[in-house]
């Protein structure tokens, strides 16, 4: 007979493939956007969000909760929550897609491991909850790798905070919002969908259209669905399934794959003070991290 600890082995086996799976995607989606930097990154996010509709709607469809979108959108708290969220991400992608573009993948990669931290501080300023000393301490360091970083380096990162910001907010506001994930993802894309089809008819009539640009570039900013909807619904199963501190420890996979590919495959060159901040940054994630399991002892 199965035990009930064997079936929570196999329920925390399947969250961790889910969540590690959905991670490795994103740490590797580097090498998507790569591909396409001759693209910009306004029209690259444009195809992002038309192409995730037919996805997500038939991950949805699977599911067989299409019902449940016709109460969502009559909600106009909801729509209006989701209209900032879809904003947030959009700009986050933006950003991300351009870092890319322009050679900047480590600082999108350091981005993403000062989100966690914003996250804690956004926890603490706006919803009253409790920051221990340690994670206190953690946050203190990313603050002062941030200001080394513009004073020593002679560079603000903002590419980096713009992503960390933007994703915090994201993932804030997503918590008021009685929406699951990935019914929120689709009312997101479809919420975007009537700027991201003007934008690129406009593109149409002006000349600038990319996507009939050779025989390829068609289905390869189609597969910007794919490769949009999978790890983030991926992400979504995971969620449901691990405890938040498995996950939370987790979310360093994909900037440290995105770290790598940026110096291994890129080419691009770390500097001194850069090499100092992330540091810092690691520093301040192994202090938050053991403030994870000092909470859990």
Do not use: C
């Amino acid at each position: 007979m199965t035990t009930q600890s064997q079936k929570r082995q196999s329920i925390s086996r399947e969250g961790f493939l889910y969540a590690f799976f959905a991670y490795t995607l994103w740490g590797f989606l580097p090498f998507y956007f790569k591909a396409v930097e001759h693209i910009p990154a306004v029209e690259m996010v444009a195809h992002r969000v038309i192409w995730s509709v037919p996805v997500a709607l038939v991950v949805i469809g699977a599911q067989r909760r299409l019902g449940e979108l016709i109460s969502l959108f009559r909600n106009g708290r909801i729509v209006l929550m989701m209209s900032i969220t879809a904003l947030l991400v959009s700009l986050n992608w933006g950003v991300y897609i351009w870092s890319i573009a322009i050679n900047k993948a480590s600082e999108a990669a350091l981005g993403y491991y000062i989100n966690p931290l914003i996250t804690v501080f956004l926890g603490f300023a706006l919803l009253g909850e409790k920051m221990t000393r340690l994670q206190a301490l953690a946050v203190g360091i990313a603050v002062a790798a941030v200001l080394i970083r513009t004073v020593g380096g002679g560079v603000f990162p903002w590419i980096a905070l713009t992503l960390a910001f933007s994703f915090a907010a994201y993932g804030y506001l997503r918590k008021t919002v009685d929406v699951g994930p990935t019914q929120g993802f689709l009312v997101e894309v479809v919420l975007l969908s009537p700027l991201a089809i003007a934008y690129l008819v406009w593109l149409i009539y002006t000349g600038d259209n990319h996507f009939t640009m050779t025989t390829w570039t068609g289905p390869y900013l189609m597969f910007a669905g794919l490769a949009t909807a999978v790890p983030l619904i991926l992400y979504a199963f995971g969620a449901k399934l691990l405890p938040l501190q498995t996950l939370g420890l987790m979310q360093y996979i994909a900037p440290s794959l995105i770290f790598l590919v940026s110096f291994l495959a890129f080419g691009e060159e770390l500097d001194f003070w850069q090499g100092v901040t992330f540091v810092m940054i690691w520093s301040a994630l192994i202090i938050y991290t053991w403030s994870l399991f000092k909470q859990t002892d």
